[in-house]
């Protein structure tokens, strides 16, 4: 058919707002928006005629239902739940730790309405935003002092720039890490305005490096947890307690970035020994950071504990109030905090360390119930139950699997990829991997509910 026919074809605006079921959308994004979102609409109909790529008349019908689609898109919220059958618990990309439905339904009540979030219920004036958690933080760390900022990145930023403007920052070689997200230990260094004073080699460094190094210029030590690597073989480094030894001789503070930064010793499941906050406070480290939503299982946050004396020039720095958190993770992260005064309860009510002290027995049991569910289901599976291994994510515990069961799908009719794909677009999107021709379903990061959900959307597929 001729260009000139077909762009001939087109609706006009009139014709298509007369449409009901376009029409109902005015009232939830009002008429301008609605008329632009069609012109946009129409203009790609056009491009796409005069590009050769539509050869017959526009359908009206058709065109009306794209236009259907596009304005939903527009109207529903993009940012949804998935269900993370990956199996990695801190999954960065799916929001890491989850927070539990009963915290939840306490933060919808006070952040609905007004709160005490700076505001000293006891004196009738103004209060502090740390002062909900910050003695619970000193309590269960043993730490003078404690605040939060908005991540973790952020409070190694404000360490820096508060205690190391303008001086050298003494930092191992096998210490200068990059976490995923383009966080660089050297760089954050550099907007700090701190200049970074590398010592040791990437395999070794020794005290005496670190003390060498020493001069007028020097204004701390840092200690960076090499959080998502591991260097094995020929190593060594410099424990906390000899560093913070060494800081204490020549009065210099010194700092660790612990990154996921635990409270509880993860030994039982399977991990390997990670130096706990507690640990660190002890050792004599001056201030120590860690954040708040990798294994501490709360909320993003990026936690600092420690000498109050250091404290109080963070506080009154000014990035401290460009970097402050929301009344959101005030609450969220004092709920948090609340369940580890005990860790039992720590355990059972924060998602994400509920996920990794999960045994594999508990998980078996939870695929064989998914995996019958399912083949109650006509789907066009095989379906079966088969061990794998989960990875906490988060840069913690890089090299630390836990051992749990997957639900493993088999379809000879379709690519494995392209399942993958199609569970992605689900209503509720199902997030998997695909290995050796399989769809692995780790049911160690599901819940009850996900599990029936799954149930119900495989047959859309
Ligand atoms: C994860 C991590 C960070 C960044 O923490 P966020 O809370 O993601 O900003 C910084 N340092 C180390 C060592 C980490 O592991």
Redesign the pocket.
């Known amino acids: 058919m001729d260009k000139r026919a077909i762009l001939r074809s087109i609706p006009n605006m009139n014709e298509l707002l007369e449409d009901k079921k376009i029409r109902e959308f005015q009232e939830r994004i009002g008429s301008e928006q609605l008329k632009k979102a069609i012109r946009n609409i129409l203009e790609q109909v056009r491009s796409e005629i005069i590009e050769g790529k539509t050869e017959n008349a526009i359908n009206e019908n058709h065109l009306k239902e794209r236009i259907g689609k596009q304005l939903e898109k527009l109207t529903e919220p993009d940012m949804k739940k998935v269900i993370n059958a990956t199996g990695t618990i801190l999954h960065?990309n799916l929001g890491r730790a989850p927070i539990s439905k009963e915290h939840i339904q306490q933060i919808l009540c006070m952040a609905s309405g007004y709160s005490n979030l700076e505001y000293d219920l006891d004196k009738g004036h103004r209060g502090e935003r740390y002062s909900h958690f910050d003695e619970l933080l000193c309590r269960l760390t043993g730490a003078e002092a404690a605040m939060a900022v908005n991540?973790?990145?952020?409070a190694?930023l404000l360490m820096l720039s508060a205690l190391g403007k303008e001086k050298e920052a003494i930092v191992s070689r096998g210490e200068l890490?990059e976490?995923g997200?383009k966080?660089r230990i050297p760089d954050v260094m550099e907007q700090s305005g701190t200049i970074l004073k590398e010592v040791g080699t990437t395999n070794k460094t020794h005290l005496e490096d670190y003390e060498k190094a020493i001069t007028e210029e020097t204004g701390m030590i840092l200690k960076?947890?090499?959080?998502?690597y591991q260097i094995v073989g020929f190593t060594e480094s410099v424990e906390i307690q000899r560093l913070a030894a060494l800081g204490r001789e020549h009065g210099i503070p010194v700092l660790a970035?612990?990154?996921?930064g635990v409270l509880l010793s993860m030994e039982k499941y399977g991990l390997p020994h990670e130096p706990t906050v507690q640990e660190m406070i002890q050792a004599g480290a001056d201030l120590v950071s860690f954040?708040?939503?990798?294994l501490l299982g709360g909320p993003?946050?990026?936690i600092i504990v420690g000498k109050k004396k250091y404290m109080d020039i963070l506080k009154k720095h000014p990035l401290t109030r460009a970097l402050r958190i929301d009344k959101f993770t005030a609450a969220a992260l004092e709920l948090t905090l609340r369940e580890y005064l005990n860790p039992k309860n720590a355990l059972s009510n924060l998602p994400a360390l509920k996920m990794i002290a999960k045994t594999a027995e508990d998980i078996r049991k939870d695929a064989n119930e998914l995996c019958q569910m399912m083949q109650e289901k006509e789907l066009p599976f095989e379906i079966g139950v088969e061990p794998c291994e989960s990875q906490i994510g988060?840069?913690?515990f890089p090299t630390a699997n836990l051992s749990g069961y997957a639900v493993v799908l088999t379809c000879k009719q379709k690519k494995c990829q392209d399942i993958v794909d199609a569970m992605e677009q689900l209503p509720v999107p199902v997030i998997c991997r695909c290995q050796k021709d399989q769809i692995i379903l780790d049911v160690r990061t599901l819940e009850k509910e996900d599990m029936e959900i799954i149930v119900r959307e495989l047959e859309l597929l």
């Open positions: 960065t991540n973790n990145a952020a190694v890490v976490i997200g966080f960076v947890h090499t959080s998502n970035d612990l990154g996921s954040s708040g939503d990798k993003q946050a990026g988060g840069g913690a």
